[in-house]
């Protein structure tokens, strides 16, 4: 099966910087790539997706590269805010058939906003 | 915006009972997933379900879960005999199409004792 590996797993950085949260995945059927951020005690909320017809997909302050080739995907947050603070979670999943396939998720990076 | 709904919010249950979560998609949703969440730890896939049967399970869904669509609007997952391991927040997801408008619901936080 597919497993997700999710680096750092804590992430300090200073308000205004940028954050990168890096993941590889090792089934190369998956081509479905979501990131999710869960704050304290809430549900995961789906920030951004990828799929394996794009490298590169932006959508404000957050961006998400993909590398199929090498089998990794990461998460860019530019000109972090306060709020941004949370555990964020890649996830992988095959894009494939009829069925509903499940999704995969890393352990999680913890990011911290530093004012 | 429309929700997933689970109930209830805590679940305090003795091991060894059975207990039933429940879930109301989102209602022009056509897959349905469960998943739970040791505390601190990664979110892990249980199951999916599409088209009334079950599309995909993983290890961890054994013979002690079911899962169960009754009456086209509620998706319930059952554990016929709770063990401490057990306790976890289970969250329950819907989406419209496959990977799209995946929405995953508030949660469920079984506390097996």
């Known amino acids: 099966g597919e497993n997700v590996e999710q680096h750092p797993s804590t992430l300090s950085v200073q308000e205004g910087d940028s954050a990168v949260i890096k993941c590889t995945y090792s089934?190369?059927?998956?081509?479905?790539f979501p990131w999710y951020k869960q704050e304290l005690g809430k549900r995961p909320q789906l920030i951004i997706d990828?799929?394996?017809?794009?490298g590169e997909k932006k959508d404000q302050r957050i961006a998400v590269t993909l590398n199929k080739t090498a089998k990794h995907f990461s998460l860019h947050i530019t000109e972090t805010q306060p709020e941004d603070s949370a555990v964020y979670f890649c996830a992988a999943a095959p894009y494939s058939g009829g069925g509903a396939d499940g999704l995969t998720f890393g352990k999680g990076t913890h990011l911290i906003i530093q004012p | 915006e429309p929700e997933v709904t689970q109930t209830p919010s805590h679940q305090v249950t003795q091991m060894g009972q059975e207990v039933i979560l429940r879930c109301v998609p989102i209602?022009?949703?056509?897959?349905f997933y469960w998943y739970r969440q040791i505390l601190g730890q990664k979110v892990e896939f249980l199951v999916s379900?599409?088209?009334?049967?079950?599309?995909?399970k993983s290890e961890i869904f054994d013979d002690q879960f079911s899962v169960e669509r009754p009456d086209g609007s509620n998706f319930t997952l059952k554990i016929r005999s709770t063990k401490l391991e057990d306790s976890a927040m289970y969250f329950c997801a819907s989406c419209r199409a496959k990977h799209y408008g995946y929405t995953f619901g508030s949660g469920t936080r079984l506390t097996v004792v």
């Open positions: 990828i799929r394996s017809n794009v």
């Open positions: 379900f599409y088209n009334n049967e079950i599309s995909e």
């Open positions: 089934d190369s059927a998956s081509n479905y």
């Open positions: 209602s022009n949703h056509l897959y």
